[in-house]
């Protein structure tokens, strides 16, 4: 993959990021396992000094961690619903006077209820007052496993699949949707998903800010669907899938026509959403940082933090929450 820039002291610079993520082996889960290591890679350079230079030093255990999120699905039953919200199970109305907080939706709803329908809009928001009081702490671990983790979940929530029931087109005979969605595009097509991106900027409001990156990746769940039923009316049932070999088991997936047939359709929309995630996670993983009273990290301190899963990090962990430190984002 390439990033370039210019470089300039102002905040307004642009950045150009060019989407190299051809045959990066993507899979079903949210972006792909490459697309999150890519976006929390690539935020490290939107990033202002002196956070860029700690970021950067660490930026190999950001882009591993990554994926830690969906990976801890594998073991913890309440992982799941923090990487999605299905919207359309909420009425318009409804969705509207959501709270903002968490402890306050819990007094409105059951939590059974609200988990079964994601609760992806409080955990981020969650997990930024982590990252907070991490910098406070100057608890190195813990800002980069956390700064990852917010990384992943904001990420998701650019994702319009990530935001309905129907995820996967299961109840709309469109099954695999998902993985066409957002790991066949980026896997062709990727090396043309050019954008250009700003500097990081200060974030006033995460939790009204998410509502607004969700809200408007979800206007785009109608297209995502119309799309996928048109590419198969105008591509030959004949050329809509091609063979793969998955190990020793031969598969198939859609073909390239056909993927190219959807991406065309999109408009390019998942170049787009590919690029906002870069753009948002360095803006909240920088704000965090300036709220802690931007605290001086240094890049090189430290083991090889690649390989590393303390104790320390739990404790301080259990510390923050017997602390207060849950979600009170203004």
């Known amino acids: ?9 102002r905040w307004w610079v642009f950045i150009t990021v060019i989407v190299g993520l051809c045959g990066q082996g993507f899979n079903a889960y949210s972006w792909g396992f490459a697309a999150h290591r890519y976006i929390n890679e690539s935020a490290v350079y939107a990033l202002p000094s002196p956070l860029r230079e700690f970021f950067e030093y660490h930026r190999l255990v950001l882009k591993e961690r990554a994926v830690s999120a969906d990976q801890r699905r594998a073991w913890d039953p309440l992982e799941a619903p923090c990487h999605f919200m299905d919207m359309d199970r909420w009425g318009d109305s409804e969705r509207l006077a959501l709270p903002l907080h968490w402890d306050s939706a819990v007094q409105c709803y059951s939590e059974k209820l609200l988990r079964s329908r994601g609760i992806l809009p409080w955990h981020a928001p969650r997990v930024y007052r982590r990252l907070v009081w991490a910098f406070e702490q100057g ?10 983790d917010l990384g992943h979940y904001l990420a998701d929530a650019h994702v319009p699949l990530h935001l309905c029931s129907n995820y996967n087109g299961q109840n709309s005979g469109q099954h695999g949707l998902h993985a066409l969605l957002e790991s066949r595009i980026p896997e062709y097509f990727g090396d043309t998903m050019a954008q250009t991106l700003r500097r990081a900027e200060i974030v006033k409001h995460p939790a ?8 408007d990746a ?10 996928e039923c048109q590419c198969r009316s105008q591509v030959p049932s004949h050329e809509q899938y091609a063979p793969f070999r998955r190990g020793n088991r031969l598969l198939r997936q859609e073909s390239i026509p056909f993927v190219l047939c959807y991406h065309r359709c999109l ?7 590919l ?5 948002h996670v360095a803006d909240w993983w920088m704000s965090a940082w300036v709220e802690a009273g931007q605290p001086m990290l240094r890049a090189r301190w430290g083991p090889d933090l690649s390989k590393t899963e303390s104790f320390e990090e739990e404790d301080a962990e259990d510390r923050w929450k017997g602390g207060g430190g849950e979600d009170h984002d203004p």
């Not at 979800?218 to 799309?227: I, P, Q, S, T």
């Open 1 to 9: 993959m390439l990033l370039l820039f210019k470089p300039s002291p």
């Open 139 to 148: 608890n190195h671990q813990l800002i980069l496993r956390t700064a990852a």
């Open 208 to 215: 009204h800010q998410l509502w607004q990156i969700m809200n």
């Open 218 to 227: 979800y206007a785009h769940l109608e297209r995502v669907f119309d799309c």
């Open 267 to 273: 408009g390019g929309l998942m170049g787009r959403q």
């Open 275 to 279: 690029a906002s995630s870069v753009a």
